[in-house]
């Protein structure tokens, strides 16, 4: 039986100890370049640049933060376009969180605004739920006060807007990718 060692016995269906041994090196390594792109630090200096702003207020959302980005890096396998896409994500998240945060410490009337019967569409892929958000934001503002899609992924007004000139969020939108 010399002629079967350890190593030559193959299981099929079962990698062997080298294919094993390189996933996990290029699995590694995957996981520095995304760590590298996805440095929450990093993140959080270009959304405040972006912003203007520095403060998030509380910050209990930074644990969560963190360990998202790094389950992220750790189990997703992107492409280029889905990293950059995931990237710009957070930083809109982030911006969004620091322009929220500035309009509620200007404006703390804000808390006072009735939003006790809200209309929420939630529902699993392909099942109709951008359609109804569609239908409900159509609905003239006395019947159901809309959400339209650019209000969601941009809640708070960016700077110097004037309320003469089409929301230049409209236009962020559209460049998001996201219809």
């Known amino acids: 039986m010399e002629f079967l060692k350890k190593s030559t016995v193959v299981f099929p269906g079962y990698p062997d100890q080298a294919s094993i041994l390189q996933t996990r090196v290029a699995h590694r390594d995957q996981y520095h370049v995304l760590r590298a792109e996805l440095d929450p630090d990093r993140l959080i200096s270009i959304?405040?640049?972006?912003?203007?702003?520095?403060?998030?207020?509380?910050?209990?959302?930074?644990?969560?933060?963190?360990?998202?980005?790094?389950?992220?890096?750790?189990?997703?396998?992107?492409?280029?376009q889905?990293?950059?896409?995931?990237?710009?994500?957070?930083?809109?998240?982030?911006v969004n969180?620091?322009?929220?945060?500035?309009?509620?410490?200007?404006?703390?009337?804000?808390?006072?605004?009735?939003v006790s019967d809200p209309l929420v569409v939630i529902g699993m892929p392909r099942t109709g739920t951008t359609k109804m958000?569609?239908?409900?934001?159509?609905?003239?503002?006395?019947?159901?006060?809309?959400?339209?899609?650019?209000?969601?992924l941009f809640p708070a007004p960016f700077p110097h807007t004037q309320s003469t000139s089409l929301d230049p969020r409209v236009a962020a939108t559209q460049g998001t990718g996201i219809t």
């Open 82 to 94: 889905g990293l950059h896409t995931f990237r710009q994500h957070v930083i809109r998240c982030l």
């Open 133 to 152: 958000q569609r239908i409900l934001s159509s609905l003239p503002d006395s019947d159901v006060q809309r959400t339209c899609l650019w209000q969601m």
């Open 47 to 80: 959304a405040r640049q972006q912003a203007g702003l520095e403060d998030f207020g509380d910050d209990r959302f930074m644990e969560p933060y963190r360990m998202l980005l790094d389950c992220v890096c750790r189990d997703v396998d992107f492409s280029r």
């Open 97 to 114: 969180r620091l322009r929220i945060h500035r309009d509620f410490t200007r404006h703390p009337e804000i808390f006072d605004e009735d």
